[in-house]
């Protein structure tokens, strides 16, 4: 679903200038003094039916920002519009409605399942927290639920610790369909498998995607992992995004310096095509002390005597290659560009 598109339709998520900010203890007192900003000043939206990416390197805010949108934490600030209704200051009991449509699944399976349980209990059990239907009819669907996504019906006696990484990611897909859910944040799903395995897990999305008109919140650390799956693809930066784009826009011309490093990093699988990789330097900043001005200013090669001082806004700009498309990104550059034009 392009740009256009979703503006037509009203998104199914709206975020709005989200924060989570987490208090860090300091002292023999424990006060405190300073706070971790994981999530600061981040707005988004998807589609019904939309896959968005969402890539950054680790500790970046990716997977606080889709804990705060599933209301595993309780945001600092900002808004989390579902379906229009603002649920970032719901209750635990006013929440429960919007958790039948929206579920999570974890990167590792092993750690979300809970090892004591069967198969068939762990399937069943957000049917049975929501009180949904006879133990027969439970009985029945947690058996639909493991065709749908390619496990034998026998397997709900079983338990977590009998299946490969890839089987289990499978459960935790079946557990989070369980409620007909309309968005379901996927939390790094497949960076703990090997390779072979998490394309079949990728196609896997998909497919239930079509079959179920899903939207996806795709996080990822891997920019190359989002490629197939993602209409859209917002990158993260230090609790922020700084460039929101279409896959394809992304891949072929990539505006902001932190996004072109990304995918300067994307293995090219034909060996005799050159790629120019751009390595940045230094790590990433602590979000408990986050550089003034723009934050990725410190490890930047392109940065100006500006950049140390001025934030940049999230604004829209032209797409160097599609002239009259417009995009969000967060960098001077653009900005001075603007200008000179
Ligand atoms: Fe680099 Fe400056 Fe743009 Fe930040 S604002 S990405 S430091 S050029």
Redesign the pocket.
């Known amino acids: 679903m392009s740009d256009a598109q979703v503006r037509a339709n009203p998104p199914l998520l709206e975020v709005r200038d989200l924060k989570m900010h987490f208090p860090v203890k300091e002292g023999v007192f424990m006060r405190t003094g300073k706070y971790n900003r994981a999530v600061d000043g981040v707005s988004l939206h998807i589609g019904a039916g939309e896959t968005l990416g969402l890539v950054g390197e680790s500790g970046c805010g990716k997977s606080t920002l889709g804990r705060c949108i599933a209301r595993l934490y309780q945001p600092t600030a900002g808004q989390v519009l579902f379906e229009g209704n603002d649920i970032s200051r719901l209750r635990r009991k006013q929440m429960m409605p919007y958790r039948r449509d929206i579920q999570m699944i974890f990167q590792d399976p092993m750690e979300s399942l809970n090892s004591r349980h069967t198969i068939g209990y762990i399937v069943e059990e957000p049917l049975l927290i929501q009180r949904i239907g006879t133990s027969a009819w439970r009985k029945q669907r947690v058996r639909e639920l493991l065709d749908l996504v390619g496990l034998p019906a026998r397997s709900v006696t079983r338990y977590p610790f009998e299946f490969s990484g890839g089987q289990r990611q499978r459960i935790g897909i079946a557990r989070a369909i369980a409620l007909n859910p309309k968005l379901i944040i996927c939390d790094e799903p497949v960076s703990a498998l090997d390779v072979s395995i998490q394309s079949q897990i990728l196609n896997l999305l998909v497919d239930l995607q079509r079959e179920l008109n899903l939207s996806y919140l795709f996080i990822a650390h891997d920019l190359a992992v989002v490629k197939h799956i993602s209409d859209r693809v917002a990158i993260m930066y230090l609790g922020k995004v700084?460039e929101t784009a279409t896959g394809e826009e992304l891949y072929h011309s990539p505006a902001?310096?932190?996004t072109r490093s990304l995918v300067s990093a994307i293995p090219v699988p034909d060996p005799h095509q050159q790629k120019q990789r751009q390595v940045l330097s230094g790590d990433v900043p602590s979000p408990i002390n986050p550089p003034t001005?723009?934050s990725?200013?410190t490890r930047?090669p392109?940065?100006?005597e500006?950049?140390r001082e001025q934030e940049?806004q999230l604004i829209a700009v032209s797409d160097p290659e599609q002239g009259v498309r417009h995009r969000p990104v967060?960098?001077?550059?653009f900005e001075a560009d603007r200008s000179a034009s």
């Open positions: 700084v902001h310096p932190y001005g723009c990725f200013h930047c392109r940065v100006m500006q950049c940049p967060s960098c001077h550059l």
